[in-house]
T-cell receptor, first 114, second 116 residues
Framework: KNQVEQSPQSLIILEGKNCTLQ??????????LRWYKQDTGRGPVSLTIMTFSENTKSNGRYTATLDADTKQSSLHITASQLSDSASYIC?????????????FGSGTQLTVLP | GAGVSQSPSNKVTEKGKDVELRCDPI?????LYWYRQSLGQGLEFLIY????????KSGLPSDRFSAERTGGSVSTLTIQRTQQEDSAVYLCASSPKPGQGYYGYTFGSGTRLTVV
C-alpha cells in the first residue's frame, strides 16, 4: 500500500531558528516527491520538486533532501520567519497515468513564534 | 487564467441543503482533480477528470457527491443533502495530461464548507 508518513505532526519554534521536517514513504513506482506549504485557508503551494536522481533542492530558505534508497525526504527551513507558520505537506507522485498518482502525507503543522 | 480558481472561497450551509462548488482550472490543463481536506487531516482524493475520458469517481464518499466538467474546462462538485461530516476544505487541482510532466500540477485556494 502506498503511504507517506510525516513527522513531527506539529512543531513550534522561535523566530530565527532552523527546523527540519521529515517524510518517509512507501510508494511505487516512484516518480517525484514534492513539498508543499499550505497557509491556513489557502491551497497548497509547491516549494520543491525532486526526482529520483536528485538529492537536494533549494528554494530560498527551504532545502529539501531525498534519499531514494531509504525512501526518506526532509525539508529544512533556515532562519525561520513568522510567515513560515503553515502546514507542510509531503506528496509523492507515482509513475502512472492513474488518477491515484499522488499520495499525500498528513502534513506537519509548523508554528513560528516571535 | 493564471491559476486555478475556486468559488466560493467560503460556504456555510444548513444540514440537508445542496451545495455546488466551482473550479476553473488553468487554461490548457486537461486533468482536473477534486480533493477534500477535513480539519487536521491529509488530502483525500475525490474525483479525477482527464480530457474526454470517463472520470475516475472512485474517491467519492457517497452517492450524495457528484461532479461534472463541462467542455473540458470548468468543473462543479455538487454535494446533496449535506451532512455535518461534509464540513471540510474542498480543493481543486489541475495539471497537464499525465505523462507530460507533473510540474504544472497546481492547486486552487479551496472552498471552505461549513455545514451547520
Amino acid at each position: 500500500k502506498n503511504q507517506v508518513e510525516q513527522s513531527p505532526q506539529s512543531l513550534i519554534i522561535l523566530e530565527g531558528k532552523n527546523c527540519t521536517l521529515q517524510c518517509n514513504y512507501t510508494v511505487s513506482p516512484f516518480s517525484n516527491l514534492r513539498w508543499y506549504k499550505q497557509d491556513t485557508g489557502r491551497g497548497p503551494v509547491s516549494l520543491t520538486i525532486m526526482t529520483f536522481s536528485e538529492n537536494t533542492k533549494s528554494n530560498g530558505r527551504y532545502t529539501a533532501t531525498l534519499d531514494a534508497d531509504t525512501k526518506q525526504s526532509s525539508l529544512h527551513i533556515t532562519a525561520s520567519q513568522l510567515s513560515d507558520s503553515a502546514s507542510y505537506i509531503c506528496v509523492v507522485f507515482i509513475s502512472s497515468g492513474s488518477a491515484r498518482q499522488l499520495t499525500f502525507g498528513s502534513g506537519t503543522q509548523l508554528t513560528v513564534l516571535p | 487564467g493564471a491559476g486555478v480558481s475556486q468559488s466560493p472561497s467560503n460556504k456555510v450551509t444548513e444540514k440537508g441543503k445542496d451545495v455546488e462548488l466551482r473550479c476553473d482550472p488553468i487554461s490548457g490543463h486537461t486533468a482536473l482533480y477534486w480533493y477534500r481536506q477535513s480539519l487536521g487531516q491529509g488530502l483525500e482524493f475525490l474525483i479525477y477528470f482527464q480530457g474526454n475520458s470517463a472520470p475516475d469517481k472512485s474517491g467519492l464518499p457517497s452517492d450524495r457527491f457528484s461532479a461534472e466538467r463541462t467542455g473540458g474546462s470548468v468543473s462543479t462538485l455538487t454535494i446533496q443533502r449535506t451532512q455535518q461530516e461534509d464540513s471540510a476544505v474542498y480543493l481543486c487541482a489541475s495539471s497537464p495530461k499525465p505523462g507530460q510532466g507533473y510540474y504544472g500540477y497546481t492547486f486552487g485556494s479551496g472552498t471552505r464548507l461549513t455545514v451547520v
